[in-house]
């Protein structure tokens, strides 16, 4: 890993740790109408279609902001004004979604299981069965609120067989987690450029099936967020519609040539996997334990149940394993107390050994015994 000494080390779920190189990248100006940008920005497009092989059906859009602007820039134009969806609701980021459509009038229903749940599968065909009127089904990949991996393909194929539309939140796993868009069928999904992909935040991004967006001029209700007129515009002379994050596309360029040269999405499942694997097992041999079963894990980011040693305060330990240089995350669960660590961002083996290091020492300094939580009732 190319780090900073003196930064801290972001096991969050974002903005995330980056490589020195896609840092360095940023340190010039650029026009936007320079050959040097649009070529790189075409590049990017093109790269990122690839990623979800997706060149031959679909078209990549980016969009200025972070990762929620392109959640609702999508939302908002692939979803007519008298269209209705369906949203799977499983943590924050599905509620979002459901925000989003409150903004934008647009008509919707959520189907809720438990954070620690997954979507059900047969209830949902059965709902799109009973529904007529519902056009689209909205998802989160991993649900980055819990860690929690959706059961995508199972998803994407009923959403086909019923005819409807399915847009994925895919945030926090795309280029991670694999998604084929030969053998996932989805209409669009959208990540960011600071998630697995490890470029530095400022922009989003939605691989949008060509067909379907050609079918949505005059959708959206925002300028600013018509996916369709950035395309179009975009297709046109290769430029952004507004000033373009001319320096997070530059940075976003080196960290994807980072992400080819280890082996491409296999190559980061596998390191994260590892990340992973390595925080669970030493969190565990401090008496930590995890929302999820391994089974529904993504090797995104861990929630742990919180310890229930009277010693242990987490503003305490956060501000303590901090002051060692690594950040952790609070959780936002409401089925269980928590708090998350990421596996995210580029980090490798040494860099989680040595938060868990940090993360025992602190405990040590607290008086706290065992991070082990109250048993179950
Ligand atoms: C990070 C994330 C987002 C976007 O969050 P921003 O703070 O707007 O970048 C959306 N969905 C999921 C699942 C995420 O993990």
């Keep these: 890993m190319t ?206 099936r060509k067909s379907v967006l050609e079918g949505c001029e005059g959708n959206a209700h925002s300028l600013s967020l018509d996916l369709f007129d950035q395309w179009r515009a975009m297709e046109a002379n290769g430029q952004w519609r507004f000033t373009p994050p001319t320096h997070v596309i530059f940075a976003f360029a080196k960290a994807i040539e980072q992400f080819e040269a280890k082996g491409g999405q296999p190559g980061r499942f596998k390191r994260y996997s590892e990340n992973c694997r390595i925080l669970i097992d030493g969190m565990a041999e401090l008496g930590f334990q995890p929302l999820l079963p391994q089974g529904l894990q993504a090797p995104i980011i861990v929630t742990f149940r919180m310890p229930s040693d009277p010693a242990f305060d987490f503003q305490v330990f956060y501000d303590k394993v901090k002051d060692r240089g690594f950040v952790l995350y609070p959780g936002k669960l409401t089925v269980a107390p928590s708090f998350r660590v990421g596996c995210i961002g580029h980090l490798g083996a040494d860099e989680m050994k040595a938060a868990l290091k940090a993360m025992a020492e602190v405990l040590a300094e607290m008086g706290v015994k065992t991070g082990a939580p109250q048993a179950a009732e």
């Design 3 to 208: 780090l900073t000494p003196g930064d801290p080390l972001l096991l969050t779920p974002g903005p995330l740790t980056t490589a020195a190189e896609t840092r360095e990248a940023m340190l010039h100006d650029w026009g936007s109408r320079d050959q040097a940008f649009m070529d790189a920005n075409a590049a990017v497009r093109a790269k990122l279609l690839e990623i979800a092989n997706a060149a031959d059906t679909h078209v990549c859009v980016p969009l200025q902001g972070s990762g929620t602007f392109v959640v609702e820039a999508a939302l908002c134009t692939l979803i007519a004004r008298d269209g209705k969806a369906l949203i799977l609701v499983n943590g924050a980021y599905g509620k979002r979604m459901a925000r989003i459509l409150d903004y934008a009038g647009r008509a919707y229903e959520v189907s809720e299981t438990a954070e620690d749940t997954p979507p059900d599968v047969p209830a949902l065909a059965a709902k799109l069965a009973a529904d007529a009127a519902i056009t689209h089904v909205l998802v989160v990949h991993c649900e980055t609120t819990s860690g929690i991996l959706n059961p995508i393909s199972d998803i994407a194929h009923a959403v086909k067989d019923a005819g409807r539309s399915l847009i994925i939140d895919a945030m926090s796993a795309f280029g991670a987690i694999e998604l084929d868009a030969a053998k996932v069928p989805f209409d669009a999904v959208m990540a960011s450029s600071n998630k697995c992909l490890e470029g530095v935040p400022g922009m989003g991004f939605a691989l949008i």
